[in-house]
């Protein structure tokens, strides 16, 4: 039975290779001399360091321009809020994100009963899968999918026949 997978995953090794780049610039860019200015990623957590609100978001507006230039979608990114780290330094954890969440697939099983497609969508864990009899089916489901759902970055993979 053909049946394809719904996914939220983005390719890490894009995403480290974006904040590596992002912090390359930050090292040359001439209004960040001589300031704490930092990014560094761990798992899936992105660490900004600044003096100022206004350095980290120069330093998000980097990053998001590097991983555009990586197909990476900026969706991914969950932004924290800015802390104080003591004396006149700031800091922002940005999230990674990846799988689906619980209430988001639950929204998107509901969507695809309740538009009739001969599918059936189940969770497994943080995927959707979507199984149905026919190709032309699937591909419908994954196109009501990407246009109930603009605010996930979803990726289909395991198509299969």
């Given at each position: 039975?053909?049946?394809?997978?719904?996914?939220?995953?983005?390719?890490?090794?894009?995403?480290?290779?974006?904040?590596?780049?992002?912090?390359?610039?930050?090292?040359?860019?001439?209004?960040?001399?001589?300031?704490?200015?930092?990014?560094?990623?761990?798992?899936?957590?992105?660490?900004?360091?600044?003096?100022?609100?206004?350095?980290?978001?120069?330093?998000?507006?980097?990053?998001?321009?590097?991983?555009?230039?990586?197909?990476?979608?900026?969706?991914?990114?969950?932004?924290?809020?800015?802390?104080?780290?003591?004396?006149?330094?700031?800091?922002?954890?940005?999230?990674?994100?990846?799988?689906?969440?619980?209430?988001?697939?639950?929204?998107?099983?509901?969507?695809?009963?309740?538009?009739?497609?001969?599918?059936?969508?189940?969770?497994?864990?943080?995927?959707?899968?979507?199984?149905?009899?026919?190709?032309?089916?699937?591909?419908?489901?994954?196109?009501?999918?990407k246009k109930e759902m603009t605010e996930l970055?979803?990726?289909?993979?395991?198509f299969r026949d």
């Amino acid at each position: 039975m053909p049946s394809f997978d719904a996914n939220l995953e983005p390719t890490m090794v894009d995403v480290k290779n974006a904040v590596e780049n992002t912090a390359k610039e930050i090292g040359t860019r001439f209004d960040f001399k001589g300031t704490s200015a930092a990014i560094e990623i761990k798992d899936k957590l992105v660490t900004l360091t600044g003096d100022a609100d206004f350095q980290l978001q120069q330093i998000e507006e980097i990053l998001r321009n590097k991983l555009t230039k990586r197909n990476v979608d900026v969706r991914f990114l969950d932004m924290g809020d800015v802390q104080k780290i003591g004396g006149d330094k700031v800091k922002q954890e940005v999230t990674i994100k990846s799988g689906i969440a619980t209430e988001d697939a639950k929204k998107m099983q509901r969507a695809i009963k309740d538009s009739k497609l001969k599918v059936q969508a189940s969770i497994n864990g943080d995927v959707l899968r979507v199984n149905g009899a026919k190709r032309d089916d699937l591909q419908a489901a994954m196109a009501l999918l990407k246009k109930e759902m603009t605010e996930l970055p979803l990726t289909f993979t395991n198509f299969r026949d």
